[in-house]
Each structure stands twice: as C-alpha cells, then as structure tokens.
C-alpha cells in the first residue's frame, strides 16, 4: 500500500464503528429483556428524568430526525409506553408523555448503565466510576469538537 494513512489499522472512524457494533451487541440482550430496541431505551431514558417532551425536543436532545422518530414513538404508543397529544395552543405540535407502564419499565431498566459499565471498563466498582467520568468526558469533547468542525464547513460553503 502506498498511504499508510489509508490502512484500516490507522482507521479511528473504524475503531468507533467496531465498538458501536459491540456496544450494541452488548446492549440487546438487555433491552431484548424488556421489549425495547436501543432508539426507544434512549427515548424512554430522556423522559424518565424530563417526564414529557415535544417530538422536536426529543428529536434534538437524541440526534435522531422526525422520520425515525415517528415511527419509534408509534411503537412505544402501540406497547402503551407513552401517550401523544397535539398541545392545544399549537396543533402542529405534539407533546410525548410517559404512561403508567412506562413509569414502571424504569424500574426494570435501571441495571442496565451498571451492566454496560461492567462490559467497558474495569470491574472494580471505584476505578470503574473514575474510568466512566474520565471516558465520557473524552468523548464529550469530541462529539463537541466534531460538530463546531462540522458548523464550519458548512458555513464555509
């Protein structure tokens, strides 16, 4: 090969790919376990801690557009997770609430962050939260560094 640069093992684009792939992997049996892909877990998570949301919050907060989400929020309607209503004072707008079945999955969910912790980093509880911060925060940044790079290309157009 005549670019070092090209070879896959000098890829970070294929390391997070690779590791999106086994979280996932990781994951699944765990939200196999309560019905729930992990587009619907991380729409459950946002309304667990805000109890309700616009579809467009939902839609921002999860990085996800109008075209996934609805189906998504159908779904969770269908298994009575959540109830949809247009607000009154904007019909164009719909609210997403948890219903009491919903309420009750987080119960049922909450091993689930310690779990996929366990699969990351260390068993050792104490190092294991120090190694979550320390990882989040990394990726924080970069998730933050990629989209300020993303903004300037586009502005630059």
Known sequence: MAYDQLLLSNQLCFRFYALERELMAAYRPLLDHLGLTYAQYITLLYLWEHE????????????????????????LESAKLIERHRLPSDERTVEVLLTKKGRALEQKAVSIPGNIATCLLSSDRDEQGKKYAELREMLDQTLEQLKRTRKEREAGK
Not at 53 to 69: H, K, Y
């Open 52 to 75: 309700k949301a616009t579809v467009g919050e939902l839609c921002t907060a999860l990085s996800l557009d109008t075209g996934t989400m609805s189906p998504l929020l159908k779904r």
